[in-house]
């Protein structure tokens, strides 16, 4: 959270435990004392305050006297003080990790809607694979088993899963890790450059070839080359890979020079290799020097518990990307599970990423995740506000004035009754009479329009919801049993 956070409790054994926690979370805090709170705080600061004992006992007149600020209460023993419009929530001991982001979440949204502000991440061993399901373990276990062998390796499983991760663990953890990785995607090349692509070709080979040039091959010399979507490699190209698997030589396009290939090849698809072979688009002699060892990368979906491990891991490489910080809060990665994940990890990616530019250094609850991603139903905390906040808002409302707003208002008639040229010596109820004001101004633009809220919303110049919670606040629902 931006908003800074205060610890103020005289039971120091909590406190230390309270602030472990908070470390614990990255969430930056501060102890502060009673006597104190006045040099950090005025009556309109927005921070969040962790109230729990005070030797004073005045913890109502100090919760009203911040209205701004949200308070969550230490310990069953200020139960009491729930009803509190800015006291948000009530943390009893042993403390939840679970518990402590809903409540900063909904302490989050409490400043967020402040009247006044409207519109204003043996497992360590392997790179980038993130996850404790038994799909995860096993992927990691034949990772493991093969990556000290030179045996060809055949990675399926659907888009966006991570098989190129998978490839580039087995190339680390293996005798090859001192020679380079060399990925070629085969249907990302037009098929008349994918043997150069792949081979390389000497200088004259065919029109274009101003000097020679390395193929993949050449480049992964005493490394790896990953071939990805070899599914979409077209079947001459086949004939041909399938040559130089098979002899371990091939020469350059436009050469007669063979050339040894001291590379592993590891090649991946989403594709039914087995399907196509009994369609004609595969070669099942490659398949079978290609399938020598198959890992299979589960889809998303078949390890939702890995979910919550993922977004920490994806919340961290956004931050590495210059993104700032995002978290979740229990609810919103309980819904994220239920999710099917047709993009599998890659989407998951995307997500925690647009998150992240949407909500920086916030936490994200189902309420705020897009609506394809809500599976949950949940009640989302609505904040409830002090009298004095509100009001303050109606009056900046009714006299923030700009030139279109008041071509808007010429089309308005004030009551007589309503208007006061001159204080009467007695004075006035200013609160009373703005009041009346705005009670005579909404009725005027609801019978105007027959209570369509949407239409005297917008003579009034107010947003629809705004509009309603006015509208409830005076009692000026329409009643349908007189419609």
């Known amino acids: 959270m931006t908003t800074k956070l205060y610890i103020l409790d005289q039971q120091e054994q909590r406190t230390t435990r309270l602030g472990a926690v908070l470390s614990f979370i990255s969430e930056s805090h501060q102890l502060v004392q009673y006597h104190e709170l006045d040099q950090y705080l005025h009556a309109e600061s927005k921070a969040v305050i962790l109230l729990g004992a005070l030797s004073s006992q005045d913890h109502e007149h100090l919760?009203?006297?911040y209205p701004a600020c949200a308070f969550l209460l230490l310990g069953e023993t200020l139960k009491h003080h729930l009803g509190l419009p800015n006291v948000v929530g009530l943390l009893t001991e042993p403390f939840s990790y679970a518990s402590f982001t809903q409540l900063l979440r909904d302490c989050q949204e409490y400043q967020r809607l402040l009247p006044g502000q409207k519109g204003q991440s043996e497992q360590s061993r392997f790179v980038g694979m993130v996850g404790q399901t038994p799909a995860m373990q096993q992927v990691r276990f034949l990772i493991q088993q093969v990556a000290k062998t030179d045996a060809n390796v055949l990675i399926l499983g659907d888009s966006g899963t991570g098989k190129e991760v998978v490839a580039r663990n087995i190339h680390v953890?293996?005798?090859?890790?001192?020679?380079?990785?060399?990925?070629?995607?085969?249907g990302a090349i037009p098929a008349e450059l994918l043997e150069s692509e792949l081979f390389g070709h000497e200088?004259?080979?065919?029109?274009?070839?101003?000097?020679?040039?390395?193929?993949?091959f050449e480049l992964a010399q005493g490394g790896t080359l990953f071939l990805d979507e070899i599914g979409d490699m077209p079947l001459p190209m086949q004939v041909k890979l399938l040559r130089v698997l098979q002899e371990r030589v091939y020469e350059r396009v436009g050469g007669s020079q063979p050339i040894r290939a001291d590379v592993r090849i590891i090649a991946a698809t989403h594709r039914a290799l087995e399907q196509m072979i009994e369609d004609g688009r595969f070669r099942e002699d490659l398949f079978y020097r290609l399938n020598v060892f198959p890992i299979e990368t589960p889809a998303l979906r078949d390890r939702a518990d890995d979910l919550p491990l993922l977004v920490q891991e994806l919340i961290v490489r956004t931050e590495q990307q210059g993104h700032a910080k995002v978290k979740f809060t229990e609810?919103?990665?309980?819904?994220?599970?239920?999710?099917?994940?047709?993009?599998?990890?890659?989407?998951?990616?995307?997500?925690?990423?647009?998150?992240?530019?949407m909500y920086p250094n916030q936490v994200v609850d189902v309420a705020e995740l897009p609506q394809?991603?809500?599976?949950?139903?949940?009640?989302?905390?609505?904040?409830?506000?002090?009298?004095?906040?509100?009001?303050?808002?109606?009056?900046n409302e009714l006299f923030q004035s700009s030139d279109d707003e008041e071509e808007q208002s010429d089309?308005?008639?004030?009551?007589?009754?309503?208007?006061?040229?001159?204080?009467?010596?007695?004075?006035?109820?200013?609160?009373?009479?703005?009041?009346?004001?705005?009670?005579?101004?909404?009725?005027?633009?609801?019978?105007?329009?027959?209570?369509?809220v949407a239409r005297a919303a917008d003579i009034l110049c107010l947003r629809r919801t705004t509009l309603v919670e006015k509208m409830r606040k005076y009692n000026l629902m329409r009643d349908e049993s007189q419609a």
């Open 63 to 65: 919760i009203r006297r």
């Open 173 to 186: 953890l293996s005798n090859r890790h001192q020679g380079p990785f060399v990925p070629l995607n085969c």
């Open 203 to 216: 200088k004259g080979a065919f029109t274009g070839a101003i000097s020679t040039r390395k193929g993949r």
């Open 331 to 357: 609810r919103a990665l309980e819904s994220l599970k239920l999710h099917p994940w047709p993009g599998n990890v890659r989407e998951l990616a995307n997500l925690v990423e647009r998150m992240a530019i």
């Open 372 to 395: 394809k991603y809500r599976h949950l139903e949940v009640e989302t905390y609505v904040p409830v506000y002090p009298d004095a906040l509100l009001e303050r808002d109606a009056i």
């Open 411 to 452: 089309a308005l008639s004030f009551p007589a009754s309503g208007s006061i040229e001159i204080l009467p010596e007695q004075g006035v109820d200013l609160k009373e009479f703005l009041a009346e004001l705005e009670i005579s101004l909404i009725t005027q633009a609801l019978e105007r329009h027959e209570y369509v």
